[in-house]
């Protein structure tokens, strides 16, 4: 055990810099117990320390069992947590009793941070004040700073890119993984294959993107659309101008049109050349129940020829002259229709067509494409 001691105060509180520092060095042998009291503890900082020196400087007794060691700190605990790490009370918490019990807080870096300074104060000051410092207390138990979401994208591009949009639109840092595949178990020689699921209806066949929030909640959301409505419950765009009335017309716009986007969605993706293989020219596994071309073709038709009119009536952007959540629903989709539909032409959506190069030049959607690419 080698303890050592805190940084000396002056009389005028400034540091001591050459003011010598005593350092005792205390043998640990088997079956050792050192006990630290608070007023040793507020004069000295300890630490049990490899011992590096060489075999031939050791005695027998510090050679045993290899010369590893195995320490266990006892520590007398005032602050608790229930089960799920929810809430806290206690010595060291703002609460003291369990009645009282508040939220933890520890994606909360403020807290996080004060925790840490006071901590910093505690092992380098020998007239530190415990009360001072740590007789509020603190409602955090990890300390990690800058915690940030994570958004967990899935092989769809669309659902993808419609939450990297809001997330960058509302310029939320966040870390990106990827999806892993769930392997088909029952077959061994389809091992580490994923398994095609039976057509059920509309877009239930669509991999989702899962966002992990950040926060003391630190919700978990599955699903494109609805992380763009939990975006837009905890980082509302700023709309802030609008009347109370107006903003219930705003929020009732957003669900309708946000369900359009999917019916849009579902009828392109149903559309017969998206629901064959291009290899086989058979039926996909996840294919629709077949049905008229011409009858698939004229419902996706008059699904867009809807969006055409809200382009030509709604201002610069797609619900209004300012960028919405629904334009990050329903502008990836546009996008992979125009790429990729040769019936998509100007002369037939003029307002699509320029909305679509509007929002093309904006600087978060070059980034994300660029990415991509």
Not at 191 to 213: C, Y
Not at 269 to 297: C, H, Y
Request: with cysteine; hydrophobic share 35%.
């Amino acid at each position: 055990m080698t303890l050592r001691t805190k940084k000396s105060k002056r009389a005028s509180g400034i540091d001591s810099p050459n003011q010598s520092r005593q350092t005792q060095r205390i043998p640990m042998p088997h079956n050792s117990v050192f006990v630290l009291g608070p007023e040793t503890n507020m004069q000295w900082l300890h630490g049990v320390r490899a011992d590096k020196r060489p075999l031939a400087q050791k005695s027998e007794e510090e050679k045993s069992y290899g010369g590893e060691r195995v320490s266990l700190t006892f520590r007398q605990i005032g602050t608790f947590t229930d089960e799920n790490n929810k809430k806290i009370w206690g010595q060291g918490a703002r609460n003291k009793d369990r009645k009282g019990a508040g939220l933890v807080r520890s994606a909360d870096n403020a807290e996080v941070e004060a925790m840490v300074i006071a901590f910093g104060k505690e092992n380098h000051r020998t007239d530190f004040d415990w009360q001072a410092e740590y007789g509020q207390g603190f409602d955090a138990i990890n300390l990690v700073i800058n915690t940030q979401p994570k958004l967990i994208l899935c092989r769809n591009k669309v659902a993808n890119l419609r939450v990297q949009l809001s997330l960058l639109e509302k310029k939320i840092s966040y870390d990106v993984d990827e999806r892993s595949e769930e392997p088909e178990t029952s077959n061994p020689a389809r091992m580490g294959q994923t398994r095609p699921k039976a057509w059920v209806h509309g877009l239930s066949n669509i991999e989702k993107p899962i966002f992990k929030d950040a926060g003391d909640e630190a919700s978990e959301i599955e699903g494109d659309l609805a992380i763009l409505f939990h975006l837009e419950k905890k980082h509302p765009y700023n709309l802030s101008t609008e009347t109370e009335p107006q903003a219930s017309s705003a929020q009732t716009r957003n669900f309708t049109r946000a369900a359009q986007s999917n019916e849009l969605l579902s009828a392109w993706q149903g559309l017969p050349f998206l629901s064959l293989d291009s290899k086989t020219r058979s039926p996909a596994p996840s294919e629709r129940p077949s049905s008229s071309d011409n009858m698939v073709i004229g419902e996706f038709e008059k699904d867009l020829d809807a969006w055409e009119k809200y382009a030509k009536e709604d201002g610069q952007f797609i619900a209004g002259d300012s960028w919405t959540l629904i334009d990050c629903a329903f502008w990836p989709v546009l996008n992979e229709i125009v790429h990729r539909w040769k019936g998509f032409r100007v002369q037939k959506y003029p307002h699509l067509s320029a909305y679509h190069e509007r929002v093309l030049g904006r600087e978060c959607v070059q980034q994300l494409l660029e990415h991509e690419e």
